[in-house]
């Protein structure tokens, strides 16, 4: 633990699991204490001694974050206070009103106008293109349309397919009965309804349609970057995914991770953030595509993701980045995690149950080497705390029986 012989406080907005995978990089690395602000109180971050819990209503309201950034700065005038987002929407509103914030706080991102780019899953996939990055095939849709029009033939693939919103944060803002993240269309009469389901609804921006590949959660690869306020990659760590979450709104969110090294892949992603000037946390989801071997993009987000602690564990602690780029002002060399780990968020149980057979194979023998960690059980934060370790061993059970429910062994 280094000691930084200052008065650093991280100031997460959110309250979920990636804020307290930041909070615990922040006392890992420094020892120190995040103050999470949040429209209300979330178990993970509850009981625990390394983030204070600051309760705002209405916190997705541009005034009301304002308000409350302004009094937090107030409240502790002489620190160096550093800002970061645990969700996509907060990561938007930090940089919509960056200029606003900067003169009290760190906001290590991108201006709006590159965010309205990379946050449209169109404009995304048209940089992929640039820079040879594969993404699955794709249809873009600005309107409802008739199913007639929606036919595998004019769409170029095959159903089953998937609809997802173009602008995820535009999407949230829009909530009816039967949201998803991500649905699957088994035909076109039913990809006309959903289309027309989440119209409906008063999202405004653009829809995907898109060829769907096949696979277990094995076939997922998740990337993380940090670029520096160079605008040049510091740090990149790229994740096997073993194991995702499958509720209906948390379908997608990682689960269990083991390292994997493919600068080949990587290379690309790293030419595209330097090349339009990004700076802060990225972070990529990538499918394999079995059925000619390509690693194919989805998304980027703006932020570090909910799983940001598979990063930390693999040795690229993003606290330090951070805070040696920001704080103490280092030149700091670039950096890929090669060597694998195993992560998890929910209990090893259940990732021996229902992922891939293989990947357990190799997430056991990771665990027999000591190259393993789990978000949750924190010594540090577990010691003298019979509270917090009440509610991970409930937290656990409980993901026994959502998987129980929502997800099929895989083999």
């Given at each position: 633990m280094e000691d930084l012989n200052m008065n650093v406080i991280p100031v997460l907005i959110g309250a979920d699991q990636n804020c307290y995978n930041v909070a615990r990089a922040f006392h890992e690395q420094y020892g120190l204490v995040s103050h999470a602000i949040g429209r209300y109180a979330i178990g993970i971050t509850q009981h625990t001694s390394i983030v204070k819990f600051h309760a705002v209503e209405?916190?997705?309201?541009?005034?009301?974050?304002?308000?409350?950034?302004?009094?937090?700065?107030?409240?502790?005038e002489g620190a160096t206070l550093i800002a970061l987002g645990c969700t996509d929407e907060y990561a938007a509103m930090l940089i919509r009103h960056r200029e606003e914030l900067e003169d009290r706080y760190i906001i290590p991102y991108i201006d709006e106008p590159l965010m309205d780019k990379?946050?449209?899953?169109?404009?995304?996939?048209?940089?992929?293109?640039?820079?040879?990055?594969?993404?699955?095939?794709?249809?873009?849709?600005?309107?409802?349309?008739?199913?007639?029009?929606?036919?595998?033939?004019?769409?170029?693939?095959?159903?089953?397919?998937?609809?997802?919103?173009?602008?995820?944060?535009?999407?949230?803002?829009?909530?009816?009965?039967?949201?998803?993240?991500?649905?699957?269309?088994?035909?076109?009469?039913?990809?006309?309804?959903i289309v027309e389901t989440i119209y409906d609804s008063g999202y405004t921006k653009r829809i995907i349609l898109q060829d769907r590949i096949l696979g277990s959660?094995?076939?997922?690869?998740v990337l993380t970057a940090y670029v520096g306020k160079d605008h040049k990659v510091k740090m990149m760590c790229l994740g096997h995914v073993l194991l995702e979450e499958h509720t209906p709104k948390g379908l997608g969110n990682h689960a269990?991770?083991?390292?994997?090294?493919?600068p080949e892949l990587t290379e690309k992603f790293r030419a595209l953030l330097e090349d339009i000037g990004y700076r802060g946390f990225a972070n990529f989801d990538i499918k394999y595509d079995d059925r000619d071997g390509s690693l194919n993009a989805f998304e980027i987000n703006l932020r570090q993701g909910r799983s940001n602690y598979y990063v930390t564990s693999s040795g690229c602690n993003i606290a330090k980045y951070l805070v040696e780029d920001y704080v103490l002002c280092k030149d700091i060399p670039f950096f890929e995690a090669s060597e694998p780990h195993f992560w998890h968020y929910?209990?090893?149980?259940?990732?021996?149950?229902?992922?891939?057979?293989?990947?357990?194979?190799?997430?056991?023998?990771?665990?027999?080497?000591?190259?393993?960690?789990?978000?949750?059980?924190?010594?540090?934060?577990?010691?003298?705390?019979?509270?917090?370790?009440?509610?991970?061993?409930e937290h656990?059970?409980?993901?026994?029986?959502?998987?129980?429910?929502?997800c099929p062994d895989q083999g």
């Open positions: 209405n916190l997705n309201s541009d005034d009301t974050f304002m308000m409350a950034m302004d009094d937090f700065a107030k409240q502790h990379l946050v449209d899953k169109a404009d995304f996939y048209e940089m992929c293109e640039k820079y040879a990055i594969k993404y699955p095939k794709t249809v873009v849709l600005s309107q409802p349309t008739a199913a007639a029009e929606l036919t595998a033939d004019k769409l170029g693939f095959a159903y089953p397919i998937i609809v997802k919103p173009s602008s995820s944060i535009d999407y949230w803002h829009h909530p009816f009965d039967g949201m998803k993240k991500v649905y699957t269309a088994e035909s076109a009469e039913e990809a006309a309804k959660d094995a076939n997922m690869r269990a991770i083991i390292t994997e090294y493919n929910v209990p090893r149980g259940v990732v021996w149950r229902h992922a891939n057979k293989a990947a357990v194979r190799q997430a056991k023998q990771l665990v027999r080497a000591k190259k393993a960690s789990s978000s949750m059980w924190y010594r540090y934060d577990v010691l003298r705390n019979p509270m917090r370790v009440l509610y991970l061993i656990g059970r409980r993901f026994y029986k959502k998987y129980k429910v929502y």
